[in-house]
């Protein structure tokens, strides 16, 4: 078999179009998820008018209810975003056309550490915005905000309009560059964080018969990131649990063609049915925490409960980019390109 890693021309012309036609099919459902969010943000978030509406003036969908025709200002983001999913097959198909000598492999490594940069962006957020709004809460319920700040800060603290962009946004984008620098996902440093804020909880309880919302709230901040946030690296080192017992013994061709299918059927799909039903409207499961920075009834714990809520919208987003990754590198098993990956450590059946 002909080295995928050459140019289109190099190799036969049936392999050379399947393997364009995967690489494409990957990058149009990455380019889209991100296409989807953005959108999600600028109707929600800026007040666009969104794809439906357009779609419905242009009589492609039906019409629900007397809605006000799209006009001016509005009729022109109107396009721009119908144009942005348009992008979602036209730029894939050209970034193919002029990356010819890239492999399936490749595709699915570049894909791998975009999902990676993202997790680790959310490690580095739940680290700094968790001990920034444990610290907040700890000083707010025991009066000593006083002592650092104003009475107006001290009233603003009380507030998630005012904590979510002026304490959580910055630590956001903090996370983001310490994200850039770092290596490493966190995973067992995370995992010992909610040990110790859990055998904290415990000594003060049982201890010093001391126990705040907050401290509840910061382990459970910490172990959803740990659960969620986790599963696309346990998917790229094939450490989830497999109950199959013919599996192991299948060949590297066909296990390549079980977990395409498995990908495309069972965890694309999984993704896409989290993100449209959370996201799809402003009420909907992931946006209506986003859009009221949503906190829990215990008046002194912390802040924190709508970014809970958007870990949902990570953990699809991050799974969707590694379930491509994972696509492409089994159809690269499939066609017997060279380079197959063997996992870190065997996985579990």
């Not at 419905?56 to 144009?83: C, H, M, V, Y």
């Not at 791998?112 to 739940?126: C, V």
């Amino acid at each position: 078999m002909a080295d995928t890693s050459g140019a289109l021309t190099d190799i036969p012309a049936t392999q050379s179009t399947t393997t364009a036609l995967w690489r494409a099919f990957g990058w149009a459902i990455v380019v889209a998820t991100f296409v989807f969010l953005l959108n999600n943000y600028l109707i929600f978030w800026r007040g666009w008018p969104g794809v439906a509406p357009m779609l419905t003036q242009l009589g492609i969908l039906a019409a629900d209810g007397a809605a006000a025709p799209i006009t001016g200002w509005a009729l022109l983001l109107g396009w721009l975003q119908l144009t942005s999913y348009a992008f979602c097959l036209i730029g894939p198909w050209l970034f193919v056309n002029f990356s010819a000598r890239r492999s399936l492999r490749d595709d699915s490594a570049t894909m791998h550490a975009i999902s990676s940069y993202i997790i680790r962006t959310s490690f580095w957020m739940i680290l700094f915005v968790g001990f920034a709004d444990m610290v907040i809460s700890f000083l707010r319920v025991e009066e000593l905000l006083g002592v650092f700040l104003s009475d107006d800060l001290v009233q603003k603290m009380g507030r998630s309009q005012f904590r979510g962009p002026y304490i959580h946004l910055p630590l956001t984008i903090a996370a983001f560059i310490a994200a850039a620098f770092s290596r490493s996902l966190g995973f067992p440093w995370l995992a010992l964080l909610v040990v110790v804020a859990e055998l904290t909880i415990v000594i003060t309880r049982f201890v010093f018969s001391y126990e705040q919302a907050f401290m509840g709230d910061l382990v459970r901040f910490w172990y959803a990131g740990l659960f969620l946030f986790a599963s696309a690296y346990t998917l790229f080192e094939d450490g989830h649990v497999r109950v199959d017992v013919l599996y192991a013994n299948f060949t590297s061709r066909t296990k390549g063609m079980i977990n395409a299918v498995g990908c495309l059927l069972l965890g694309i799909v999984l993704c896409w049915v989290i993100l449209i039903i959370g996201m799809h409207g402003r009420a909907n499961v992931i946006n209506s925490p986003l859009l009221v920075l949503e906190v829990s009834q215990s008046g002194y714990g912390m802040y924190v409960k709508y970014l809970m809520a958007g870990f949902l919208a990570i953990y699809a987003v991050s799974m969707m980019i590694q379930f491509t990754s994972y696509l492409l590198e089994s159809i690269a098993d499939f066609f017997g390109e060279p380079g197959e990956r063997r996992p870190a450590v065997e996985p579990p059946h």
